[in-house]
């Protein structure tokens, strides 16, 4: 099914014609959307890349993070790449755009951002150094790739149910690009329950990370389970020379809509990109393996990664999985174009249809999965008879110890 929207983080060109190859050449979707993306460009090239800035909102998930590490103060936001002070943290439209230093609408009115005053941590609590900040934590699991400076990644992957146990968890699926440490990355995201006035259910939205310490975010676009995610970080005016893009943008998209983050101008990202992340899984705020989506395993699909100057490479990907507690990754499988997340559970626990199930005890998995008890299910074999109580589904009416199924009682005469 096309796509119907999309919501960029865009850097925009001084050129009118550049600007429009850049938009129209990727996403073609009929000569009313070229023609309006055209107008678009050209006003981008009058007036810069035009997006919109919020903040995040007190009641924002992100800022609930129950279990955030003792170093970080409570008025600090939990995001996809640590924990920043929520004056540092800019949402994005589409009709906006971020500049160096400041922030300018349509209408040519702007909005200044300096440095971020405030420390940003890393997912462990740790001060962030940005000039040579340590390997992100938090992430369940990934593949990473390094190469020569990069200027595309693509990929989808499949919106999963929702977890069968749901609290307080936040969860994000993504590949991305990074300068080799985390103190920058732009990464189309899935997350579910990160936004709270989506409540807990699956957005897409896209993430840059982080201008004169600052972040910025598209606004979340809510799918459902089912729908193909498409994912995509994408740089012009390269320079070979030094692997550097003056333009990037950001796009996630669905099968009903999509949000993109426009990215910012020459000079904001200021570096070379060369580690690509081909999928990972970061979390939040797990207590077991269950509060995860009910598969088992997560894929990113048809990933594509190009270098600097145009050329499409064949990744050899370096999969990851992350000592953490509780453990919820097995392995990660890849291909050239694919990453697999493989999920398992704590120990004492089986993975059975993507659920972390005790085979001595789960009547539907006794002794194995799928091995469905009526009578329930004592160290692994089925009981013969109801243990001082009727299964699911049924009812000792007549007070025999017979268990029926409550429209025969009636019949029975025991109701």
């Avoid at 600090?76 to 009709?95: K, L, N, Q, W």
């Avoid at 990644?153 to 300068?179: D, K, R």
């Avoid at 692994?380 to 109801?386: D, K, S």
Wanted: charged residues 15%; proline residues 9%.
């Amino acid at each position: 099914m096309p796509l119907r929207h999309s919501v960029f983080l865009t850097i925009s060109l001084p050129e009118c014609h550049h600007s429009e190859r850049i938009v129209i050449s990727q996403f073609q979707q009929g000569e009313a959307m070229r023609r309006w993306r055209h107008a678009h460009a050209c006003l981008k090239a009058w007036f810069g890349l035009f997006v919109s800035v919020g903040f995040l909102g007190p009641g924002s998930a992100l800022a609930q993070a129950r279990d955030r590490p003792p170093t970080v103060p409570p008025d600090f936001v939990a995001t996809p790449v640590g924990y920043f002070h929520r004056s540092c943290i800019f949402r994005v439209g589409e009709d906006e755009a971020v500049r160096q230093d400041y922030i300018e609408k349509l209408d040519g009115t702007r909005r200044a951002f300096g440095r971020c005053a405030r420390p940003s941590f890393d997912l462990a609590g740790n001060p962030r150094d940005l000039s040579n900040a340590p390997t992100a934590t938090g992430w369940l699991a990934s593949s990473q790739m390094w190469s020569a400076p990069l200027e595309w990644i693509s990929a989808t992957w499949t919106v999963p149910p929702p977890p069968v146990v749901v609290g307080s968890q936040v969860i994000y699926l993504f590949p991305g690009l990074v300068p080799g440490y985390n103190s920058y990355i732009l990464q189309p995201v899935l997350a579910w329950n990160g936004e709270a006035a989506l409540g807990q259910r699956w957005a897409i939205y896209s993430w840059d990370c982080c201008t004169l310490g600052n972040t910025f975010h598209s606004d979340p676009v809510p799918v459902e389970p089912g729908e193909t995610i498409a994912g995509f970080v994408w740089g012009t005016g390269c320079d070979q020379q030094t692997g550097i893009c003056s333009d990037w943008q950001v796009r996630t998209s669905g099968q009903y809509a999509s949000s993109t983050v426009p990215s910012f101008p020459p000079g904001s990202v200021g570096q070379a990109l060369p580690l690509a992340v081909g999928g990972a899984l970061e979390v939040r705020n797990l207590d077991s393996c269950n509060q995860l989506p009910p598969v088992s395993a997560y894929t990113f699909s048809n990933t594509s990664v190009r270098q600097v100057g145009g050329a499409t490479i064949s990744p050899t990907w370096a999969p990851h999985v992350d000592s953490t507690t509780p453990a919820c990754v097995s392995s990660v499988g890849v291909s050239s174009s694919t990453t697999t997340i493989y999920r398992t559970c704590e120990s004492g626990l089986t993975l059975c249809a993507g659920v972390c199930v005790d085979l001595a005890s789960d009547w539907r998995n006794c002794g194995a999965c799928g091995r469905s008890c009526p009578y329930g299910c004592t160290q692994g074999q089925c009981n013969t008879e109801p243990p001082g109580g009727c299964p699911v589904g049924t009812i000792d009416c007549c007070g025999d110890g017979s268990c029926v199924k409550p429209s025969v009682c009636a019949k029975i005469g025991c109701l």
